[in-house]
């Protein structure tokens, strides 16, 4: 099992974060539903951190059976679509950018 991890580093624009939750969960979520061979897509918001550690107001996660099934996702059409769309909702709510991590569960 790979999970694919989408971590947004940065800042919702001030009084944003109830709006910037809202509309990845209308607007972006069900793009990333959409990629083949997903198993199970979550998305968590952060409430709290330690203090000095940096900023993820959120954590976007999705699981695949192996690399294989990340590679061919990665090269869809639902791929290009869902990037072009968080490319365009960034803007509205957020400063800061999206690195991504494949994992693969060891226990």
């Known amino acids: 099992m790979i999970t694919r991890y989408a971590i947004f580093e940065g800042q919702i624009n001030a009084g944003q974060t109830e ?3 809202a509309a ?6 069900p793009k990333w539903q959409s990629m083949p ?4 897509v979550r998305v968590t918001f952060t409430n709290d951190a330690d203090e000095g550690a ?6 976007m996660e ?19 679509i869902g990037k072009a769309a968080t490319e365009a909702f960034l ?3 957020f400063t ?12």
Do not use: Q
Not at 64 to 72: F, K, N, P, Q, S
Not at 96 to 107: E, L, V
């Open 19 to 21: 709006a910037f939750r």
């Open 24 to 29: 990845v969960m209308e607007e972006l979520l």
């Open 37 to 40: 061979g997903a198993r199970a």
């Open 54 to 59: 940096p900023a993820f107001p959120m954590i």
């Open 62 to 80: 999705i699981d695949y059976d192996d690399m294989e099934a990340v590679t061919a996702a990665l090269a869809s059409p639902e791929r290009t």
């Open 91 to 93: 803007p509205r709510f």
């Open 96 to 107: 800061g950018r999206i690195h991504h991590h494949n994992t693969t569960k060891a226990a």
